[in-house]
C-alpha cells in the first residue's frame, strides 16, 4: 500500500483510498454539465457558420 508522509502538516495520506460517493457524484454533475455546454456551444457555432455559408454562396 503506498502512502505519502508529509512531515509538516503530521499527517499520512493514503493513495490507495477511494473518494467519497458525494465526491464523486458532485464531480460527475459538474462533468455533465461542462460536457453539456461544450455541446451547446459547438451546436450554436455550427448552425452560425452554416447560416454565413448560405450567405455568402447563396445569397
Do not use: C, H, W
Not at 500500500?1 to 493513495?15: E, L, S
Not at 447560416?51 to 445569397?59: G, M, S
Request: hydrophobic residues 55%; charged residues 25%; proline residues 3%.
Amino acid at each position: 500500500m503506498a502512502a505519502i508522509k508529509n512531515d509538516k502538516m503530521g499527517f499520512n495520506m493514503n493513495t490507495t483510498s477511494a473518494p467519497s460517493p458525494e465526491i464523486l457524484e458532485t464531480a460527475n454533475a459538474f462533468v455533465d454539465d461542462v460536457i453539456k455546454e461544450a455541446e451547446e456551444i459547438a451546436r450554436k457555432k455550427k448552425v452560425f457558420f452554416i447560416f454565413i455559408y448560405l450567405f455568402i454562396f447563396v445569397f
